[in-house]
């Protein structure tokens, strides 16, 4: 889909700049009623919610089909990304009316994990952060919150294993994942960059931004702190500093953006993962993970990859882990597109249920997106 935008004027509008804003405020009244309207379908999609026992209220497959469909029929000339957040934003709101939920993420605040849980929830969630992944699980299993963000997968460092080991014990499934870029911009109270002495951040964000601190920054010093919410309280706290953090920390903070893209390698991404007690339903575009655990005999992995090849199941992305019960024993975390509900997963999960010696454990069937 390419966002486009109109090069010839058209003869319909005004072109005076006082009838072009009476244009728009006509405009935004039209946006405002239609926006109440909505409000009303959404309360009476509460109602009927309600007197239906075990109904989720949040349901990431059918806002990810909201998205795509916006997406089909989006000509420009506003930005599809732009289109996403206020949509995001719109859903948010709209949930709050039928039920207010809350989210815990691993903390501490302005991380990319918080920034990952206000993508996928937007603001109008009650959104709390503790201090390890594990928390966030018990967090979610105690019902202190509906659903969890946690991380899984740094372009840098890879798969977060924490996570994983998590999902061992824990009855909670995925719900949702959400990818994040991993963008970087340099933070400060000062106005002007030549200003800044000191650079404070996280030791992973500073090592991916090192290039551009040497290049842009060569007299700072580079200092090395606990986490991103610590380099920008640094910044926010002593005259002539920065922090490297996610944009997100700039209004948090109270910060000024100094410089955007301080990172070195571009197009880089994380993986954050929705944790909570039910799948959604399919979305039409799904993914699936399962972990497997079988016994340590030649030939095994072959056996059961060779289950998802027959039903021409598509495999995304295969981990191994120690499965910490016995040495020598491994897990495999598996991805794969389907929903563990559709004819063909369906048929390879069933078909692995029968080989002896193999466990299965589905952690969750999620939409497919990435937005």
Known sequence: MHDHHSKQPDPSLPTTLDGLRDAIDSV??????????????????????????????????????????????????????????IYREII????????????????????????????QFGNAFDTFAVQTIAEVFHEVEVGRADYGVVPVENSIEGVVNHTLDCFVDSPLKICAEVLLPEVHVLLSREMEISRIRKVFGHFQAIR???????????????????????????????????????????????????????????????????????SPD???QDKTSLMLSFRDQPGFLHRV???????EVNLTRIESRPSRKKAWDYLFYVDFEGHHDNGTVATALASLADIPGVSAKLLGSYPLRAL
């Not at 409000?39 to 806002?63: C, I, M, N, S, T």
């Not at 990859?305 to 039903?311: E, K, M, N, P, Y």
Request: with cysteine; glycine share 8%.
């Open 28 to 85: 935004d009244d039209k946006i405002h009623d239609l926006l109440m309207e909505r409000a009303q379908y959404v309360l009476q999609v509460g109602r009927v919610k309600g007197h239906a026992p075990g109904v989720a209220f949040y349901r990431p497959e059918r806002e990810a089909r909201i998205h795509r469909r916006l997406e089909k029929r989006h000509r420009g000339p506003l930005p599809i990304s732009g289109l996403h957040r």
């Open 92 to 119: 948010s709101a709209s949930l709050s009316l039928e039920k207010k939920l809350t989210v815990a993420y691993l903390g501490p605040e302005a991380t990319f994990t918080h920034q990952a849980a206000l993508k």
């Open 208 to 278: 991916q931004c090192r290039g551009w601190l040497d290049k842009h920054l060569p007299e700072a010093e580079v200092i090395s702190v606990s986490s991103t919410e610590q380099a920008a309280k640094r910044a926010a706290d002593k005259k002539r500093s920065a922090a490297v953090a996610g944009v997100y920390a700039a209004d948090h903070f109270g910060l000024h953006v100094l410089a955007e893209h301080v990172e070195d390698d571009a197009d880089k991404e994380n993986r954050f993962l929705v944790v909570g007690n039910k």
């Open 282 to 284: 399919p979305s039409g």
């Open 305 to 311: 990859l060779g289950v998802f090849a027959q039903q």
